[in-house]
């Protein structure tokens, strides 16, 4: 079962802003601690409650202190490199669902002429009541389309090639090969030939020296 979603809000009731600040906060340090000892990194925690007169540090005061020095030695640029505030958060938020709000505006177009387009071949005609704009968009929607099936068209014929140069190369190695093969025992007989040639006579069993019959 799915954790329901949590609304981020102030939460107006005290009991429960008051727990849920105890359970966060020690759910923030166990995380910090984890990420501290898994990846051998320096990490500190400052956390201010609201009714505490006294902050909660971790891991101390000496590890804050060591941490922070560190940070203040860091050029000015360095420090503020990826330091939000709220105004900047929310700014950076609002620009990300803006940018997804736009790809799904493009891509509800897209299907809306996509079915405005099978509607006009099925019917055989364009509608009355398709507007400028509409008529803008189905024709770069048909010329995306059929830019596609050029493309697509042009890489079935490149492979259909490359396919058949390689087929017709696997032929003639094939017809190398067995070209080498007759040319190899037509010089086996050729030897066997010449060698029968070359053998010295005998006679009684006996060998000739001078290689005649006598």
């Not at 669902?97 to 809306?112: G, M, S």
């Not at 509608?127 to 968009?137: A, C, I």
């Not at 067995?178 to 037509?186: A, G, I, L, S």
Request: proline residues 3%.
């Amino acid at each position: 079962m799915t954790r329901k979603k949590v609304n981020l809000a102030y939460i107006t009731n005290d009991s429960k802003r008051r727990g849920t600040f105890m359970k966060r906060k020690n759910g923030l340090i166990k995380k910090i601690d984890e990420i501290s000892t898994l990846c051998g990194i320096e990490a500190c925690a400052v956390i201010f409650g609201e009714n505490d007169p006294q902050p909660e540090v971790w891991p101390s005061p000496q590890g804050v202190q060591n941490v922070l020095s560190r940070f203040k030695r860091l050029p000015e640029v360095e420090q503020s490199k990826k330091m939000l505030n709220q105004e900047s958060f929310l700014k950076q938020k609002i620009e990300k669902a803006q940018e997804q709000l736009n790809k799904q505006k493009i891509d509800n177009k897209r299907k809306e002429m996509t079915h405005l387009m099978f509607q006009c071949l099925d019917a055989g005609q364009i509608f009355e009541s398709v507007n400028m704009n509409d008529l803008n968009d189905l024709s770069w929607l048909i010329d995306q389309n059929l830019k596609h099936l050029e493309r697509r068209i042009n890489e079935t014929q490149v492979n259909e090639v490359v396919e058949n140069g390689v087929e017709n190369f696997n032929g003639m190695e094939q017809g190398m090969v067995n070209n080498v093969d007759v040319m190899q025992r037509n010089n086996s007989s050729m030897e066997f030939n010449n060698n029968q040639g070359d053998i010295l006579p005998f006679q009684n069993g006996n060998y000739l020296a001078h290689g005649f019959w006598p």
